[in-house]
């Protein structure tokens, strides 16, 4: 297999040491059998990008090269690559192989893969299906070779420089939403409003549903409205908190630190669901059961999508024309935008236009 070095950013130690993410070499294999070689022009920075560079759930292999919300052009194909053409648009999400043959994968759940190590994921994805350790370099780099099962193809009436984020972002919301069959009429709030909570307010809109936002933030009350929200919740207000008890059929919760969760169960109505896609660890507080028991209530969790469901969410957003919001940076801006996120200092997705990085490898 041949190899060749580009250019991409990422870390070789925890952000939190006092290190940044910094350019570095890394190297790509030109495709072969079913693969195809991306071109990479945009990609999403997501909040488990912080917690992966920081080694927040004790995995991290460095160096770690983050970005799992990938949109680029077909640059090159395999003998065997017969879905795409040299030239289109396609996305690469957060995960890049399977071992395809185990219960899951058939089933389309690519990310619960019961293979050796799971699936290989993006980047930081260091087993491969065979079980061998192998560190996944993603999105914040100038290419990527990826299996074309796992390609997605974009439609073409959605925004290239916008669309990034629906590959993370968009199924992870979505998934749940689907899988609860929300539809006219139901009552859905969201639970933190960042880049996965508002991608989600827009999607359950557009299964129309009545979406409550459900914030800490009073300055995103105006955003939210012209998203789509139909009103806006302040959590730390008890009163308005107490009069939204019983009211709620179903919440997704996109918080990605440790929460207090028993401050959000009383508001739903019995036999309500909640579930947690932001948090990928421990609550701040045990789960009090009898809420949960006295009304029936369900409380649960969800993960991304499969491959499938990952086009599904694309094909949902094209014909509801659901963009995420999102403000454009180059890759040397990084660094900032990782304390603007950690902030909470973002409307509402950072994307990279990874232009400048290639044309300084162009120069090279």
Same mark, same amino acid.
């Given at each position: 297999?041949?190899?060749?070095?580009?250019?991409?950013?990422?870390?070789? @130690?925890?952000?939190?040491?006092?290190?940044?993410?910094?350019?570095?070499?890394?190297?790509?294999?030109?495709?072969?059998?079913?693969?195809?070689?991306?071109?990479?022009?945009?990609?999403?920075?997501?909040?488990?990008?912080?917690?992966?560079?920081?080694?927040?759930?004790?995995?991290?292999?460095?160096? +770690?090269?983050?970005?799992?919300?990938?949109?680029?052009?077909?640059?090159?194909?395999?003998?065997?690559?017969?879905?795409?053409?040299?030239?289109?648009?396609?996305?690469?999400?957060?995960?890049?192989?399977? +071992?395809?043959? +185990?219960?899951?994968?058939?089933?389309?759940?690519?990310?619960?893969?019961?293979?050796?190590?799971?699936?290989?994921?993006?980047?930081?994805?260091?087993?491969?299906?065979?079980?061998?350790?192998?560190?996944?370099?993603?999105?914040?780099?100038?290419?990527?070779?990826?299996?074309?099962?796992?390609?997605?193809?974009?439609?073409?009436?959605?925004?290239?420089?916008?669309?990034?984020?629906?590959?993370?972002?968009?199924?992870?919301?979505?998934?749940?939403?689907?899988?609860?069959?929300?539809?006219?009429?139901?009552?859905?709030?969201?639970?933190?409003? @960042?880049?996965?909570?508002?991608?989600?307010?827009?999607?359950?809109?557009?299964? @129309?549903?009545?979406?409550?936002?459900?914030?800490?933030?009073?300055?995103?009350?105006?955003?939210?409205?012209?998203?789509?929200?139909?009103?806006?919740?302040?959590?730390?207000?008890?009163?308005?908190?107490?009069?939204?008890?019983?009211?709620?059929?179903?919440?997704?919760?996109?918080?990605?630190?440790?929460?207090?969760?028993?401050?959000?169960?009383?508001?739903?109505?019995?036999?309500?669901?909640?579930?947690?896609?932001?948090?990928?660890?421990?609550?701040?507080?045990?789960?009090?059961?009898?809420?949960?028991?006295?009304?029936?209530?369900?409380?649960? @969790?969800?993960?991304?999508?499969?491959?499938?469901?990952?086009?599904?969410?694309?094909?949902?957003?094209?014909?509801?024309?659901?963009?995420?919001?999102?403000?454009?940076?180059?890759?040397?801006?990084?660094?900032?935008?990782?304390?603007?996120?950690?902030?909470?200092?973002?409307?509402?997705?950072?994307?990279?236009?990874?232009?400048?990085?290639?044309?300084?490898?162009?120069?090279?």
């Amino acid at each position: 297999m041949q190899t060749f070095k580009i250019l991409a950013y990422g870390a070789t @130690g925890s952000l939190i040491g006092g290190k940044t993410l910094n350019e570095m070499e890394i190297e790509r294999n030109t495709p072969v059998d079913d693969e195809i070689l991306i071109d990479i022009l945009y990609c999403g920075v997501c909040h488990s990008d912080i917690h992966q560079v920081n080694n927040d759930w004790e995995n991290t292999i460095y160096p +770690c090269v983050p970005g799992h919300e990938i949109i680029g052009r077909v640059a090159g194909l395999g003998s065997e690559a017969t879905k795409y053409q040299i030239g289109e648009i396609v996305g690469v999400g957060c995960m890049i192989d399977s +071992c395809t043959h +185990c219960r899951q994968c058939h089933e389309g759940e690519e990310q619960f893969c019961e293979g050796h190590g799971g699936p290989t994921m993006t980047y930081n994805g260091y087993k491969v299906p065979d079980g061998t350790d192998f560190n996944t370099f993603g999105g914040y780099s100038t290419q990527i070779t990826v299996k074309e099962h796992f390609v997605l193809r974009i439609p073409e009436n959605l925004d290239t420089s916008r669309v990034a984020p629906l590959l993370c972002a968009g199924v992870t919301t979505f998934s749940p939403l689907k899988r609860a069959n929300i539809k006219k009429g139901d009552r859905v709030g969201i639970i933190g409003i @960042g880049g996965l909570g508002h991608v989600a307010v827009k999607i359950a809109k557009a299964m @129309g549903a009545e979406v409550t936002a459900i914030t800490t933030k009073e300055d995103k009350r105006e955003p939210l409205l012209q998203i789509g929200a139909d009103r806006v919740l302040l959590s730390d207000y008890d009163d308005s908190m107490k009069q939204h008890e019983l009211y709620f059929d179903f919440l997704l919760c996109t918080i990605p630190y440790p929460f207090d969760i028993n401050l959000y169960v009383p508001l739903l109505k019995v036999r309500g669901e909640l579930i947690t896609v932001g948090l990928l660890g421990p609550y701040k507080k045990p789960l009090d059961n009898n809420e949960v028991a006295m009304s029936a209530r369900k409380v649960g @969790g969800s993960l991304i999508g499969g491959i499938a469901e990952t086009q599904e969410t694309l094909d949902f957003c094209s014909t509801h024309h659901i963009l995420p919001e999102v403000q454009m940076i180059s890759i040397d801006q990084i660094n900032d935008a990782y304390d603007k996120i950690k902030e909470e200092d973002v409307r509402f997705r950072y994307v990279i236009d990874m232009q400048s990085l290639r044309e300084k490898e162009n120069q090279q």
